[in-house]
């Protein structure tokens, strides 16, 4: 089974520009989450959809991020304008259903703002 | 709120020692318990969970994890340590309660397995 796709693979960007990051969800599954991991920390949720709607994004900056997840399959976070402090590893996970007990993680994009 | 606790940042055994890296955590209600493990530029790998039944869940590369309901934790282990388990290790947890479902993870401790 393919896994969950996440491109580009590292990005540098100077502050105030914008950048965006693409996911690809295992095939079927209805639920995609993003996370950001800042060095040090462990990932911290931004926003959880199932399908297209969105169930939990309490803690995504909307003044500057913004995700959607077109047709339910794919997935775009972006970040617009960037800050020094949203350097970070930005992970995108997917589960099959609601259980909340199968997620596979991708291999996340790391972003430096400079 | 959940939240995880790893209380060592790093660990540090020798190749064929146990080894144990520890995890408290707090939630409303029944957890879910997950361990991850990363790589240096790598994703989160899956390693073990626990959602019910035996207190004693075993996982992939030979760990094993216990979850112990009156101390709150879900300790990670392995009897015998390899050098290529040195990596960087996430416990983390879902509550059953509340809305969506979403992983709340600890801070991570770093394992380090020398020669």
């Known amino acids: 089974e393919a896994g969950v796709a996440q491109s580009p693979r590292y990005k540098i960007i100077e502050k105030r520009q914008s950048v965006a990051f693409w996911c690809n969800p295992i095939?079927?599954?209805?639920?995609l989450y993003w996370y950001q991991q800042i060095l040090g920390q462990g990932p911290k949720l931004l926003i959880q959809?199932?399908?297209?709607?969105?169930?939990?994004d309490s803690q995504l900056p909307k003044d500057r991020f913004s995700a959607e997840r077109l047709k339910g399959v794919d997935s775009t976070l972006k970040i617009q304008p960037a800050k020094l402090e949203d350097s970070a590893v930005y992970l995108c996970a997917s589960s099959l259903g609601t259980g909340g007990y199968d997620y596979t993680f991708g291999s996340g994009t790391r972003l430096t703002v400079v | 709120a959940q939240s995880v606790a790893q209380p060592e940042d790093q660990v540090n055994v020798a190749e064929g020692n146990p080894l144990t890296v520890k995890c408290t955590y707090s939630?409303?209600?029944?957890?879910?318990l997950f361990w991850y493990v990363q790589y240096p530029n790598r994703g989160l790998q899956f390693l073990l969970k626990?959602?019910?039944?035996?207190?004693l869940v075993k996982g992939s590369y030979g760990f094993e994890a216990e979850f112990n309901k009156s101390q709150t934790s879900f300790h990670l282990k392995k009897p015998s340590a390899l050098v290529s388990d040195s990596a960087l290790y996430f416990c983390?947890?879902?509550?059953?309660?509340?809305?969506?479902?979403?992983?709340?993870f600890g801070t991570g401790t770093q394992l380090k397995v020398e020669l």
């Open positions: 983390a947890v879902r509550g059953l309660t509340g809305g969506g479902n979403k992983l709340t």
């Open positions: 939630v409303s209600g029944n957890p879910y």
């Open positions: 626990y959602i019910t039944g035996d207190n």
């Open positions: 959809f199932q399908n297209n709607g969105v169930v939990d």
């Open positions: 095939s079927g599954h209805a639920t």
